[in-house]
């Protein structure tokens, strides 16, 4: 995967946290949550979709 995607992917995880949860409240397991789902669980299909 192109590491472009992932920090794509990153960014968007964190900011639907935020628009979602209102606040950066846990912001360190958020960062990880969202590393962990870009990189190993993200669907490449709907990363392309977004990202692309």
Do not use: H, N
Not at 30 to 48: P, Q, S, T
């Amino acid at each position: 995967m192109r590491p472009g995607l992932i920090v794509c992917c990153w960014t968007y995880c964190i900011w639907t946290y935020y628009l979602f949860m209102g606040s950066w409240a846990q912001s360190v397991l958020m960062f990880k949550g969202c590393y962990k789902f870009c990189v190993r669980e993200f669907d490449l299909l709907l990363l392309m979709i977004i990202c692309g």
